[in-house]
């Protein structure tokens, strides 16, 4: 982790066709694995916003997370990759494959709870789409709504903050969206793990190297 430190790494996705056979560094792939071709990367979104399905040492899936949080978590030792797609990211000395699945290398107990109410789990509920007009965007072009305006009321809670870029953001203001002549894609809910669980299945339908960590 030092070195990365010392590298002062500035990631930018490439697709490497010609790096198909080899791995990150103390990464494993199971025995006889197959590399598929890239996943293309969402419009809009940064390869290091994509997900990473995140499993338990005993391979239960328990979480979604973004590229970059999974590779923090590998060079830290915490995690090591078990399916990796042929993308790469680059520091200003080193060159590394991005992970699709990773997996902990401690047992976590995950609590049976929601999740904290935060920006970034909104979002990951949401999948980055903003739930008015339906477009996918990266977290710097997407902000909170509360779908009943504060000024009236409105409170901060998982059914009531949603998912919502800046132009319909700025339609919206401070009215509801039957006022302001939008339609909410999805009734807001909190995100617990049945959620959880169901965002990694749709997911999964996208990459199969999640599959088989799935049950399908």
């Given amino acids: 982790m030092s070195m990365m430190r010392r590298d002062a790494i500035e990631f930018r996705g490439r697709r490497s066709p010609e790096a198909a056979g080899e791995f990150a560094p103390g990464a494993a792939s199971p025995e006889g694995s197959r590399i598929p071709n890239p996943i293309p990367v969402r419009r809009g979104v940064s390869l290091m916003q994509e997900p990473v399905l995140v499993l338990n040492a005993t391979y239960e899936p328990i979480n979604v997370t973004a590229v970059r949080r999974a590779m923090v978590l590998m060079l830290k030792g915490v995690a090591q990759a078990?399916?990796?797609?042929?993308?790469?990211?680059?520091?200003?000395?080193?060159?590394?494959?991005?992970?699709?699945?990773?997996?902990?290398?401690?047992?976590?107990?995950?609590?049976?709870?929601?999740?904290?109410?935060?920006?970034?789990?909104?979002?990951?509920?949401?999948?980055?789409?903003?739930?008015?007009?339906?477009?996918?965007?990266?977290?710097?072009?997407?902000?909170?709504?509360?779908?009943?305006?504060?000024?009236?009321?409105?409170?901060?809670?998982?059914?009531?903050?949603?998912t919502c870029?800046?132009?319909?953001?700025?339609?919206?203001?401070?009215?509801?969206p039957e006022e302001a002549g939008l339609k909410l894609a999805r009734r807001p809910r909190p995100f617990t793990l049945h959620t959880s669980r169901q965002l990694m299945r749709l997911i999964g339908h996208r990459d199969e190297r999640w599959r088989k960590y799935l049950f399908y």
Avoid at 141 to 146: G, I, P
Avoid at 165 to 176: F, P
């Fill in 165 to 176: 870029c800046y132009l319909c953001n700025n339609t919206k203001g401070d009215r509801t």
């Fill in 82 to 162: 078990e399916e990796l797609h042929p993308n790469e990211v680059h520091s200003a000395a080193r060159s590394h494959r991005v992970p699709s699945v990773i997996r902990l290398l401690a047992y976590r107990h995950i609590p049976q709870q929601s999740r904290a109410l935060s920006r970034k789990n909104i979002l990951l509920r949401d999948r980055n789409t903003c739930q008015f007009c339906g477009g996918v965007f990266s977290n710097s072009e997407l902000t909170l709504d509360h779908v009943v305006p504060r000024s009236r009321g409105g409170r901060s809670s998982w059914e009531n903050l949603v």
